[in-house]
């Protein structure tokens, strides 16, 4: 798969440090992005955790997956590639557009 793993359930007050130091202990950790909110700065509770070779990346996944760490149990797995998954993109469902039969709906009136 690859080096880069996510890691959710994440505590709110966990630090970047902190975060750096609980995966030294499975190998060399290249970089460590925890994902804050834009506006407020607070920390979304997950992180991307990029480790500086693929034996290091699975002994972390498998040695922390499911762990108590600040009092919450880890989800540790691989990252998805950039672009694949998520919630932009096109919606797919019953609600929205497409190219419904526009011939039912009234028509606007101005009173």
């Known amino acids: 798969m ?11 007050q966990a630090t970047q440090e902190e975060v750096t130091e609980l995966f030294q202990a499975f190998g060399e950790v290249a970089n ?6 834009r506006y407020s700065g607070r920390s979304r509770g997950f992180a991307f955790v990029e480790m500086a070779n693929e034996e290091a990346a699975t002994k972390a996944r498998e040695g922390l997956n499911g762990k108590p ?3 919450r149990n880890l989800t540790v797995d691989w990252a998805r590639p ?18 419904r039969d526009r011939s ?8």
């Not at 080096?3 to 359930?9: A, D, F, P, W």
């Not at 460590?32 to 909110?37: A, E, K, R």
């Not at 039912?104 to 009173?111: D, Q």
Request: glycine fraction near 26%; hydrophobic fraction near 20%; charged fraction near 25%.
């Open 82 to 99: 950039e672009g694949q998954g998520g919630g932009s993109g096109p919606r797919r469902g019953g609600s929205g557009g497409g190219n």
């Open 32 to 37: 460590v992005s925890l994902v804050t909110d």
């Open 2 to 12: 690859g080096q880069k793993l996510y890691v959710g359930n994440l505590s709110f």
């Open 69 to 71: 760490f600040k009092e």
């Open 104 to 111: 039912s709906r009234r028509p606007f009136r101005r009173y």
